[in-house]
């Protein structure tokens, strides 16, 4: 049987949305079996799970019998986060931002001036 080849960072973004969906700490055994397609091996899910710990894009709880997870931002804010980290990293601000506003669809484009307005 071959395994489910998936590209990089691929488990780690399905283990992100898993958590986020849930709500509530789940053990590596829940978070396998709710992840997209063949269930990868447990070793797998919790290599991926280490990685997101030391990322500190998830939360380990070992308090209680069974180690759970969490995630540690909503997925809003840790999109935003992951955008200023990048933003932070360009040589360039200005047309990091021109270049991504550029390529906004309309209707994105209509909800940053509205919001823009707002604030």
Same mark, same amino acid.
């Given at each position: *049987?071959?395994?489910?080849? %998936?590209? %990089?960072?691929?488990? =780690? ?10 709500? =509530?700490?789940? @053990?590596?055994?829940? /978070?396998? =079996?709710?992840?997209?397609? &063949?269930?990868? &091996?447990?070793? @797998?899910?919790? @290599?991926? #799970? ?16 069974? /180690?759970?997870? !969490?995630? &540690?931002?909503?997925? =809003? ?5 992951? *955008?200023?980290?990048?933003?932070? @990293?360009?040589?360039? !601000?200005?047309?990091?931002? #021109? ?12 909800? #940053? %001036? !509205?919001?823009? !307005? %707002?604030?």
């Amino acid at each position: *049987m071959n395994p489910v080849r %998936r590209a %990089r960072g691929e488990l =780690e973004a399905q283990v992100l949305h898993v958590l986020w969906g849930a709500g =509530e700490g789940l @053990t590596a055994k829940q /978070i396998g =079996e709710r992840l997209p397609g &063949a269930a990868p &091996a447990p070793t @797998t899910v919790l @290599t991926a #799970l280490d990685r997101l710990v030391a990322k500190q894009h998830v939360v380990r709880d070992d308090r209680q019998r069974g /180690i759970t997870f !969490r995630a &540690a931002r909503t997925e =809003e804010q840790h999109v935003s986060q992951t *955008m200023l980290d990048q933003l932070r @990293t360009s040589s360039n !601000r200005e047309a990091a931002l #021109l270049h991504f506003v550029g390529n906004l669809a309309d209707e994105d484009a209509e909800l #940053l %001036r !509205r919001s823009l !307005r %707002r604030n």
